[in-house]
């Protein structure tokens, strides 16, 4: 860490800061000006007290970080990029990894069809929330442990993976029963009893962004998993809450080029949640695929204006299908494959 000591400073006070940063754990070289006093602060700032608070000594003028808060995220602890096995289908490397299904389980019907479109169209991962995050609590919720018995019956057909929100920490071990995934929804992405349990868990884990995570908080959450022993993380931007009203959140791809650069976790992008509209779907993928997202998550419903959850970022299955097409030459462009 950086030290700067205001100008001026008499040396007995240079000498009490020097002092406190020793204390703290860490080696202190001082770089002494004609008016101003610098410290550069050796030692790892993950596992040593910060020295930001040393900031409340006056003739502290301010504390500057040199190290990343996160560690194991971070592209130097693992500068080759993370692909995850999940059941089989690979996350992450050269393939564009598409999941795709209904926003909720609803019925076997709605989950079948739509798991036999999906598939036939190129997916590799059935979504569906079997427990839904719900703003009200008289909007559907899902059909707990009913929906995870359909997702199961949804793999042994067509042997998609399954990749499911898991909402509380007591769900867990339920919940990791069926899914090939465990998807960390956007509400829970700081809920940090919950990322300890799903690390524990051994399932790979999809964190959603929060909707007013900032791209470092983002990281710090995917920490969790990581320093809780759970190496197979996917990080998934689905939009952020801005001002903005034509969309129902602003998708954030600047973040995703962002994560690309600092973590070697594989990113997918929710153009579903992130802009909250079907006929926004096409050119979000689009732009996800060429800022580098590892893969689409993509709500898709056999009848989406009967959904009993976001039947307006729903596709239907002709929709879907003609979506992958259109982003055939995409794929190709940004040295991917399908
Ligand atoms: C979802 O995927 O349906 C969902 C609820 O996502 P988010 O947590 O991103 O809102
Ligand atoms: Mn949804």
Redesign the pocket.
């Known amino acids: 860490m950086i030290i700067v000591i205001r100008p001026h400073t008499p040396a007995a006070q240079v000498e009490e800061v020097i002092r406190e940063i020793s204390q703290l754990g860490y080696t202190p070289n001082p770089i002494r000006g004609e008016y101003q006093t610098v410290v550069a602060a050796i030692g790892d700032e993950t596992t040593h007290t910060s020295l930001e608070s040393l900031t409340a000594l006056p003739q502290v003028e301010r504390v500057l970080r040199v190290q990343k808060r996160y560690k194991l995220a971070s592209k130097e602890s693992h500068p080759a990029g993370t692909v995850i096995d999940a059941g089989g289908v690979k996350i992450g490397g050269k393939h564009l990894v598409l999941m795709a299904g209904p ?2 389980v609803e019925s076997e019907e709605q989950l079948l069809t739509t798991a036999r479109a999906v598939k036939a169209a190129g997916a590799t991962v059935l ?1 569906g ?1 079997a427990y ?2 719900r703003t009200s609590p008289y909007e559907f919720q899902g059909l707990g442990p009913e929906g995870l018995r359909l997702l199961e019956a949804a793999r042994a057909e067509t042997g998609l993976r399954i990749i499911t ?1 898991v909402l509380g920490e007591h769900d867990v071990d339920l919940v990791a029963k069926t899914a090939d995934i465990l ?1 960390i ?3 829970n992405a700081q809920n940090f009893q919950l990322l300890i349990a799903c690390a524990r868990s051994g399932k790979p884990v999809l964190l ?1 962004r929060g909707l007013s995570m900032r791209v470092e908080e983002w990281l710090l959450a995917a920490e969790y998993l990581l320093a809780h022993g759970n190496p197979n993380v996917i990080l ?1 931007e ?1 939009g952020i809450r801005t001002f903005e009203n034509y969309t129902r959140n602003t998708l954030d791809l600047a973040a995703v080029a962002i994560a690309k650069q600092e973590t070697h976790l594989p990113v997918i992008v ?1 153009p ?2 992130g802009c909250g509209r079907a006929d926004l779907v096409k050119v979000l993928c689009r732009g996800a695929i060429a800022v580098g997202a590892d893969g689409l ?1 993509v ?1 898709v419903h056999p009848h989406p204006a009967e959904a009993l ?2 039947g307006q970022q729903q596709l239907d299955p002709p929709s879907f299908a003609d979506l992958v097409d259109s982003l055939r030459p995409f794929v190709a462009a940004a040295g991917r494959q399908l």
Do not use: F, I
């Open positions: 926003c909720s979504r929330g839904k995050p929100e998807q929804g956007a509400r959603k998934c689905r929710d579903s949640q998550l709500e959850s976001d």
